[in-house]
């Protein structure tokens, strides 16, 4: 039997309806508006091409959107005191600092200066320790985009076997410590990983995120096993054309889809579930700040 494929596209777009109503709901019965603040520095493309589409999107929802777009050669003094003034905004209950950072900027020292509570990435020391002990925290999006697919096709993942591929600060890490809060049982794989083919044939679940095109081929996937494609590469496709290019994931699709249950495409799986995240996290922040019961459904 085919796999099924997990529509992210249209998961994200319920999504995004639920954070909606949320959003609603927070201005008609309390008059408060979730606001999102988004800062960029540099000139980055793709970082660009992100940061427009998280503005849209937080309006789409009824949310304030702020951006501030900084030259690249900003100081680190300057960069920390546009965080220190979100930080002390009443109106904005979600910080994010695009990723990566000019070189000369200290990335843990900026990330650390956001507010626990509006670090709606989940990156803050004090998140990734809250969510590593299990406690109440803001969780990181990506992540969180794919644990709620494998909940929503599984129910409960309680007892099963959990491969992350990549041990990445963002998504390899937490989405371990996610699985494991859903009683998985989980191994982290990564690029020294001995026998990673044998690894990768134990799990029921396989989460792929090491940017590597295509490198998890169909012969690596247990037979009816779900397979969550992290990975986002652009390779040349000359076949569409000179100068064309293809999205492709980490895992290679045809072959995988060919066994596997349930499949994450790209693109259209996990990609469009990340922002759709980031505005959940913002509606929970607000909700946090002001007291107010959190969304059912939007956070781990
Ligand atoms: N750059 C690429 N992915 C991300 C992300 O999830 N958050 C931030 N802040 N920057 C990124």
């Known amino acids: 039997m085919p796999a099924k494929i997990i529509d992210g596209k249209a998961f994200a777009a319920t999504v995004r309806g639920q954070v909606a109503d949320h959003v609603s709901r927070l201005k008609d019965d309390h008059g408060i508006t979730p606001g999102l603040a988004v800062v960029l520095v540099g000139e980055d493309p793709a970082s660009q091409v992100y940061v427009r589409s998280k503005g849209k999107q937080t309006v789409e929802v009824g949310m304030k959107s702020v951006e501030h777009k900084l030259d690249a050669s900003t100081s680190e003094a300057d960069l920390l005191k546009v965080i ?8 904005i209950h979600g910080i994010l600092v695009q990723l990566p950072l000019p070189k000369h900027l200290d990335e843990d020292l900026v990330i650390n200066s956001i507010a626990p509570e509006k ?31 494998l909940r929503d096709h599984h129910g409960s993942l309680s007892g099963m076997d959990a491969v992350v591929i990549g041990r990445s600060n963002i998504v390899g890490k937490p989405m371990a410590q996610l699985l494991l809060g859903d009683s998985c049982t989980v191994t982290i794989a990564h690029s020294r990983t001995k026998d990673l083919p044998d690894v990768v044939r134990r799990a029921d ?7 590597r095109p295509e490198m998890v081929p169909g012969d690596w996937i247990k037979p009816g096993a779900t397979v969550i ?3 986002i590469n652009r390779l040349d496709a000359p076949e569409k054309g000179e100068g064309k290019t293809r999205l492709v994931g980490d895992v290679d699709y045809d072959s995988c889809a060919a066994v596997a ?13 990340t922002i759709a995240c980031l505005l959940a996290n913002t509606v929970t922040a607000c909700c946090r700040a002001n007291g107010l019961p959190e969304p059912d459904g939007l956070t781990a």
């Open 119 to 149: 670090d709606v990435d989940g990156f803050h020391i004090s998140n990734v320790g809250l969510l590593g002990t299990g406690q109440k925290s803001m969780v990181p999006c990506t992540p969180l985009g794919c644990l709620m697919m």
């Open 229 to 231: 494609d992290v990975g």
């Open 84 to 91: 220190d003034d979100l930080n002390n905004d009443p109106e």
């Open 261 to 273: 249950g349930a499949i994450t495409p790209v693109p259209g799986g996990v990609g469009p579930m």
């Open 205 to 211: 679940i396989v989460v792929a995120a090491v940017g």
